[in-house]
């Protein structure tokens, strides 16, 4: 696991990637203790806007507040992928939903291809556990969390009544990473 760690994940209003980067920070922060500095980003509208939620994770206190060559950035939406890969790290990788991203630059990257609002659809009825889905398929391409980690802070940052519709959301998200990872996602290509 890399010591400095940096993450975006950028979509539109709605999609959740404030709560993503809360639920990512309060993992890594809270459930392990690390050094975290979270910061987000909102277009001029709140609903269907660009946004976006940055994360850094250390072992050690982080000395420059800014994101500046992520290790990961998920795409949620085309405007997303455009905007927010251009500074990924050398060996960073791209997470996209599939659906919503048609268009990814190349140039060498690793670009993982999941189709998360319709895995959350087909898995709890509803597109909004897109996010829970996406932070599925984070804890598992990203390899800086540990996975049970980011799922207790799904779980608690969430009323009871979620807890089984995100259980069951997070780990079909993880699942169709590990696919991708295995070589063995054609189910939702």
Do not use: W
């Amino acid at each position: 696991m890399k010591k400095h760690f940096e993450m975006r994940f950028g979509g539109t209003g709605g999609q959740g990637m404030m709560l993503m980067g809360d639920v990512t920070a309060e993992a890594a922060g809270i459930k392990e203790g690390k050094e975290i500095l979270l910061t987000k980003s909102y277009g001029p509208e709140s609903r269907g806007g660009a946004c976006r939620s940055e994360l850094i994770i250390d072992d050690e206190k982080i000395a420059y507040p800014v994101v500046s060559e992520p290790d990961v950035v998920l795409a949620m939406s085309q405007k997303a992928c455009d905007s927010y890969t251009g500074d990924l790290a050398a060996g960073g990788i791209i997470i996209i939903d599939s659906d919503l991203v048609k268009s990814v630059p190349q140039r060498g990257r690793s670009v993982f291809s999941i189709p998360i609002t319709r895995i959350a659809k087909e898995v709890t009825g509803k597109e909004i556990s897109a996010n829970v889905v996406a932070l599925g398929a984070v804890a598992v391409l990203a390899d800086v969390l540990d996975e049970e980690a980011m799922k207790e802070a799904v779980i608690e940052r969430f009323p009871a009544k979620f807890t089984e519709a995100n259980v069951q959301a997070f780990e079909a998200g993880a699942a169709a990473a590990e696919e991708l990872v295995s070589g063995q996602a054609k189910k939702y290509a």
